[in-house]
């Protein structure tokens, strides 16, 4: 079983930083591709950014140029630093890992989620 615990959330005015890490407990870090979603107010949840288990990233496109993925595997943490921050980037944001894959953005099936934490961007 894989624990994913999510801290950084919080609220900040538009055009701010914020930088969520997830730290993973699992002996086995460096095999999963690893991901961050997010949820809005009356939205469904979507992808926001991948990384897989060699380091290649893939975005959604709304945030590509504004945010990194990040991974430390000796840390077992996975990182999201979100830059330029927009109000329509208000969700809860969550970590993801799917072991053994290749996946992207666009096919990133998770097998465990975080429990998430909340980023509000204000105007």
């Known amino acids: 079983q894989v624990q994913l615990v999510e801290s950084g959330g919080g609220s900040v005015q538009a055009g701010g930083s914020l930088r969520l890490p997830c730290v993973a407990s699992?002996?086995?870090?460096?095999?999963?591709?690893m991901g961050w979603f997010r949820q809005g107010p009356v939205k469904k949840r979507e992808g926001v950014a991948v990384?897989?288990?060699?380091?290649?990233?893939t975005y959604t496109d709304s945030v590509k140029g504004r945010f990194t993925i990040s991974r430390d595997n000796p840390k077992n943490t996975l990182y999201l630093q979100m830059n330029s921050l927009k109000p329509e980037d208000t969700a809860m944001y969550y970590c993801?890992?799917?072991?053994?894959?290749?996946?992207?953005?666009?096919?990133?099936?998770?097998?465990?989620w975080g429990q998430g934490t909340q980023v509000t961007v204000s105007s």
């Open positions: 993801a890992a799917e072991q053994w894959s290749t996946a992207t953005i666009a096919t990133m099936t998770p097998d465990y």
């Open positions: 699992v002996y086995t870090y460096s095999t999963y591709c």
């Open positions: 990384i897989g288990r060699y380091g290649i990233t």
